[in-house]
């Protein structure tokens, strides 16, 4: 009885804790579906947002396998270029397939494959593994341009990517395949954020931390690593849909290379490793940096350097900032928020 | 099988063999670094670019060549110093995936800063051996190529001088061997991995040469990372023989898949199949065929 007087007493505060709790998510609601589709400008949506998005819902993908599983993968930029290929080919060759099991089936396709190039991580540890998941980078990339049949025998190898509708809705606006992209990978990262708190997700952790001392509590090593391969293929290949479908608009095996796959990685390295947050807000910077220093090129030394100098000074700035989140931020640009957060926090009250 | 087509699988037997002493030559120097700190330098690629292309222009600007040789080296000296000064030694206890992703980012500083400063466009590079090839016993082999192997042996040999008959070679395999206890009798660290870091600057310098002889320098030429990659996992990460036999291994098995087993399926398999190989070994043997087996405790 006592017990439940307590909980009866807590009950006002719990309200207030659920108003502060859902009012970020609502916040992101209305900006989201009210705010952009509205006011956003077509160089908003197309250069950024697009990008953004299939960047981040990538990043999310990669970051349950290397951030949450600790299964380093080079090779994520192959199994977005699956998921892009085999939506490409599903939507061609079956008739009348809705977009959404178009690309529930590329997720899948994806899935599989990241299931058999993971399959050699039962074996293999840390560098070993990070190696062999080159070879799906370079085998896929080799067999999407050797093989006509995946881009229906194009002869340029670049096909443009279909009409998009969802019941007859044609999304082929800017501002539709906004909406398209926003809605995916809210769900997709829904999805992965209730992941990462059950049960699965905790072995996830554990494997990663010791994967000795996991098999000794009695964790399945084997299915989690495996398990880990498929969910992060199938939402990193419908990340490639995003990216082939709505922002690019072509389907071509050379946009999926190895720098996309490095680019991934460091968005979640930038971001934070094991965050959620963090691969949208590294994926953001990552986005917008190259536009923000080309602006600041050209505005501190007008057009006095060529584009391969700024280029060249864009890898070094990339690279050095690497260098500087692992050295002075280990978690991350989702560290730095959280600070920012709190020190605003104590500051207001 | 007809005498010729024993000739010719002898002659593509050969000429892989030779060009998988190219593999091993950036392959020695992951292994030196991964030995004795435990990371793997993605870098050194972009190390191999920055060596070439530092030397070829200053060559172009008429510096004489042994000269240009040793400013070189010189440079990379200070490089491999500056990097373990202010990469490594902050990073220092970190996670060998914190310290291999830093060396990603350290690839993309020196590529962009190599290009940077000596432009971006293709050099030629002629290092005066002649690249006739000549014949053995009815099987043509190329001349520049046995060079480049007999440099790589030579090399190979003197770093295993260094390593068994130096005081800084010992301490080098103290810290190989335990990092801990190298430091607990009282060796320097960061003057070790400087001086590692350097070492393996002196083999992307020599890797640099001989590679960017043979394709010209440019941006590809660090690109080579993704050919000795293979190579490092089929030998062990931790091995200078391991380097040696894996680029052997792989040159030899790839142009010959190249040959026989390209026609099959349209060709252009060299970008896959070094890796397709390594897999395959690496599924029986884990750490690779020279590999140090690690013991896993709770």
């Known amino acids: 009885m006592a017990v439940q007087a307590l909980d009866a007493a807590r009950l006002p505060v719990d309200w207030v804790k659920l108003v502060q709790k859902l009012a970020l998510p609502t916040a992101l609601f209305v900006v989201a579906y009210g705010v952009v589709p509205a006011y956003a400008s077509g160089y908003l949506v197309e250069a950024i947002l697009l990008p953004f998005l299939a960047l981040s819902l990538a ?38 397939l809705p977009l959404a099991g178009t690309m529930i089936l590329a ?10 190039f993971g399959l050699p991580s039962l074996r293999l540890r840390g560098f070993y593994l990070a190696v062999s998941t080159l070879a799906a980078q370079f085998f896929v990339q080799w067999a999407l341009t050797k093989f006509g049949w995946f881009s229906n025998d194009n002869p340029s190898g670049v096909i443009s990517a279909p009409h998009l509708a969802v019941a007859g809705l044609s999304l082929d606006s800017a501002t539709g395949r906004y909406l398209l992209s926003v809605t995916t990978v809210m769900v997709l990262t829904a999805l992965v954020w209730r992941l990462v708190n059950s049960a699965t997700g905790r072995n996830f952790i554990a494997v990663r931390d010791n994967e000795t001392a996991a098999r000794v509590i009695g964790v399945p090593v084997l299915r989690t690593k495996l398990l880990a391969f498929a969910i992060s293929s199938f939402i990193i290949g419908i990340a490639g849909v995003l990216w082939a479908f709505t922002y690019l608009r072509t389907v071509e095996p050379a946009g999926f290379n190895l720098d996309r796959s490095f680019q991934i990685l460091f968005i979640i390295i930038i971001g934070g490793l094991a965050s959620i947050r963090g691969a949208f807000l590294g994926a953001a910077f990552i986005v917008v940096l190259p536009l923000f220093l080309s602006r600041l090129g050209a505005f501190l030394f007008g057009g006095l350097f060529d584009s391969g100098v700024l280029d060249m000074s864009q890898r070094i700035v990339l690279g050095a900032l690497i260098i500087i989140f692992l050295i002075a931020e280990p978690s991350g640009l989702s560290a730095l928020f959280d600070r920012l957060k709190r020190r605003i926090g104590s500051r207001s009250s | 099988m007809s005498y010729y087509d024993f000739l010719f699988v002898i002659e593509v037997l050969v000429g892989g063999l030779l060009s998988g002493v190219m593999y091993s030559l950036v392959a020695i120097g992951f292994v030196l670094i991964y030995k004795t700190s435990g990371v793997l330098n993605f870098a050194q690629g972009s190390m191999v670019l920055f060596a070439a292309l530092t030397f070829v222009s200053l060559v172009e600007r008429r510096v004489p060549f042994a000269l240009s040789l040793l400013i070189t080296f010189a440079v990379m000296v200070a490089l491999g110093f500056t990097i373990e000064r202010t990469v490594l030694r902050p990073l220092v206890n970190r996670s060998p995936m914190t310290l291999f992703m830093a060396t990603l980012g350290l690839s993309y500083i020196i590529e962009g800063a190599a290009q940077l400063i000596w432009g971006t466009q293709v050099h030629g590079l002629d290092l005066g051996i002649d690249d006739t090839p000549f014949e053995v016993g009815g099987v043509l082999i190329s001349s520049f190529d046995l060079l480049a192997a007999a440099i790589a042996a030579a090399m190979v040999a003197g770093l295993s001088a260094f390593f068994y008959w130096t005081r800084i070679g010992l301490a080098f395999r103290a810290v190989a061997d335990d990092q801990f206890a190298a430091l607990a009798v009282g060796l320097r660290l960061p003057r070790i991995w400087g001086t590692v ?20 320098v440019q941006f590809s030429l660090s690109l080579i990372v993704l050919k000795a990659l293979p190579v490092l996992v089929l030998g062990g990460f931790d091995s200078i023989l391991g380097a040696i036999v894996g680029g052997l291994i792989i040159g030899a ?43 896993e405790r709770v």
């Open chain 1, 59 to 96: 990043a999310v993908g990669l970051n349950l396998l290397t951030g949450y599983c600790g299964q380093l993968s080079l090779g994520s930029s192959a199994f977005m270029a699956v998921g892009a290929f085999a939506a490409y080919n599903f939507n061609l060759r079956v008739e009348g």
């Open chain 1, 107 to 116: 997720g899948i396709s994806a899935a599989g494959f990241g299931v058999v």
């Open chain 2, 197 to 216: 870091w350097t070492a393996a600057g002196f083999v992307a310098l020599v890797a640099g040469l001989l590679w960017g002889a043979r394709l010209g």
């Open chain 2, 253 to 295: 098995s790839e142009k010959l898949a190249e040959v026989y087993l390209g026609p099959f399926v349209g060709g252009g398999i060299e970008g896959w199949f070094a890796y397709a190989l390594a897999l395959v070994v690496l599924l029986v043997r884990p750490s690779g065929l020279f590999g140090q087996k690690t013991v």
